[in-house]
């Protein structure tokens, strides 16, 4: 689970200056336990908008409207849906992230973007998109810094 994957944000939409932003958002979700909550996510996204300002970091316009749509119960998380296989996995769907374009780290305490679909969460595959990918990457680590 990630925190894109909560909020239903797919990174194929965001455009690829807020990416750090985004990773940005990954870790701040999961400095905080990986809440799952309304009410919870609603702080934390107030807070990263906030941190975003203070670093110097874009975030794409979702977070925003998410944050507006948990604040007027138009949309909720679906932490209490138990059930994997209710999510529809498109046929040309990335098989590593399954469509959602980015995949959490083994040690679970950061994320990163899908290299093989390069957040796109289609499949794609070359030495160019994978090249791309880690510049992404490495742009959003000297971000953290
Ligand atoms: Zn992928």
């Given at each position: 689970?990630t925190l894109c994957?909560l909020l239903?944000i797919?990174?194929?939409?965001v455009?690829?200056?807020d990416h750090a932003g985004v990773m940005l958002a990954e870790r701040m979700w999961t400095a905080a336990?990986?809440?799952?909550?309304?009410?919870?996510l609603?702080?934390l996204l107030?807070r990263f908008i906030?941190e975003c300002?203070?670093?110097?970091y874009?975030y794409a316009?979702i977070f925003?409207?998410r944050?507006?749509?948990?604040?007027?119960?138009?949309?909720?998380?679906?932490?209490?849906?138990?059930?994997?296989?209710?999510?529809?996995?498109?046929?040309?769907?990335?098989?590593?992230?399954?469509?959602?374009?980015y995949?959490?780290?083994?040690?679970?305490?950061?994320g990163?973007?899908?290299?093989?679909?390069?957040?796109?969460?289609?499949?794609?595959?070359?030495?160019?998109?994978?090249?791309?990918?880690?510049?992404?990457?490495?742009?959003g680590?000297?971000?953290?810094?």
């Amino acid at each position: 689970m990630t925190l894109c994957s909560l909020l239903e944000i797919k990174l194929s939409l965001v455009n690829p200056e807020d990416h750090a932003g985004v990773m940005l958002a990954e870790r701040m979700w999961t400095a905080a336990g990986q809440p799952a909550t309304r009410r919870e996510l609603i702080a934390l996204l107030e807070r990263f908008i906030v941190e975003c300002g203070k670093n110097g970091y874009t975030y794409a316009p979702i977070f925003l409207r998410r944050k507006r749509e948990m604040q007027r119960r138009d949309w909720a998380p679906r932490e209490t849906r138990h059930e994997e296989p209710t999510m529809q996995v498109a046929a040309d769907a990335c098989p590593e992230c399954k469509g959602i374009g980015y995949v959490a780290a083994a040690d679970g305490a950061s994320g990163s973007l899908c290299k093989p679909c390069l957040g796109r969460g289609v499949k794609q595959n070359g030495p160019a998109a994978i090249g791309r990918a880690e510049q992404l990457r490495a742009r959003g680590e000297r971000g953290a810094q």
